[in-house]
């Protein structure tokens, strides 16, 4: 496979594994309590907003590897 190719997949890779993550998140925080203090909900969103970071990551890793 040819790195173009592989970017091309890579893009929609990214983008489904985001639109994944959202969802899954914000189901999760609706299903919270509604009147939970704020420093019990930032951890919460300290790890839904970064942790799209580490699966985009391998996918950018997999993308950017030269042709055979």
């Known amino acids: 496979m040819t790195q173009r190719n592989r970017k091309l997949i890579g893009v929609f ?3 489904g594994s985001i639109i994944a993550w ?3 998140f914000t189901s999760v925080y609706l ?3 509604p009147d939970l203090p ?3 909900l930032m951890p919460y ?4 907003g970064m942790g799209w970071l580490y699966p985009a990551m391998a996918i950018i890793r997999w993308m950017s590897k030269p042709d055979a």
């Open 45 to 48: 969103f300290i790890v839904a």
């Open 13 to 15: 890779l990214i983008l």
């Open 31 to 33: 299903a919270f309590p």
């Open 38 to 40: 704020i420093w019990i």
């Open 22 to 24: 959202l969802s899954i």
